[in-house]
């Protein structure tokens, strides 16, 4: 089946510093991928929208320049966490829609975990 | 806006006995459903979902939930509930293209 693999699966780095988290999609071709953050014992909320070969969509309220999106290739996004704060904290998850798994069906990544210090 | 509520962050059940999460959706055209499962540090896995074919659904690991426009509820059920389906579970609704998530509800079984 389809596989999302995203990497690291847990991150500490010093506030102020930037911190890259990487989805690929294993044996798939994603044009759009999406990325949430789940705080602790919370649900997901959609951060943005990322498109191949364009500018990501973002969400309301979230900040563009804290969060750098790039999706250079039909099998790879990056999330760049600029200048982490501990607020920033959190669970990152992305997902892709496997062509032909059926309108909006998302394989989810494992989950990335970043704790800033 | 599509939403979806689910009543109850956590609910526990008994081994062997029968599992229901609640979830009631808001959406202005008929919607697709879903059901995920989260386990502790780990990403989401699809359950199950509705889009718009049969009203009850069949999903991995013996769970099932039916869609009712009446009451606009998607609930998800299990006959009989094991240890290992202890974990966070989530309903969800598409709105275009992308997925709104409910609050969760974390499952809690009792040996």
């Known amino acids: 089946g389809a596989v999302v693999s995203q990497h690291p699966s847990r991150v500490i780095c010093k506030s102020g510093t930037s911190v890259k988290i990487e989805c690929r999609s294993l044996?798939?071709?994603?044009?759009?991928m999406f990325w949430y953050r789940q705080f602790p014992k919370q649900s997901l909320m959609l951060m943005a929208t990322?498109?191949?070969?364009?500018?990501?969509?973002?969400e309301q309220g979230v900040e563009k320049d804290k969060f750098l999106i790039n999706h250079a290739s039909l099998t790879l996004s990056t999330l760049t966490v600029t200048s982490a704060h501990p607020e920033d904290s959190s669970f990152y998850i992305c997902?892709?829609?496997?062509?032909?798994?059926?309108?909006?069906?998302?394989?989810f990544g494992a989950g990335s975990r970043l704790t800033v210090l | 806006a599509q939403s979806v509520t689910q009543l109850g962050s956590h609910v526990s059940v008994s081994e062997g006995a029968l599992v229901l999460l609640r979830c009631n959706y808001s959406?202005?055209?008929?919607?697709?459903l879903f059901w995920y499962v989260q386990y502790p540090n780990q990403g989401l896995q699809l359950l199950l979902k509705?889009?718009?074919?049969?009203?009850l659904v069949k999903g991995i690991n013996g769970f099932e939930a039916e869609f009712k426009k009446s009451e606009t509820s998607f609930h998800l059920t299990k006959p009989s509930a094991h240890m290992s389906d202890a974990a966070e579970y989530f309903c969800?609704?598409?709105?275009?293209?992308?997925?709104?998530f409910g609050k969760g509800t974390r499952l809690h079984i009792l040996p």
């Open positions: 997902s892709a829609n496997p062509t032909g798994s059926g309108a909006n069906v998302l394989t």
């Open positions: 044996d798939f071709q994603a044009t759009t």
């Open positions: 990322s498109n191949e070969g364009s500018k990501a969509t973002y």
């Open positions: 959406s202005s055209v008929p919607p697709y």
């Open positions: 509705y889009t718009s074919a049969a009203t």
């Open positions: 969800a609704v598409s709105e275009g293209d992308k997925i709104i």
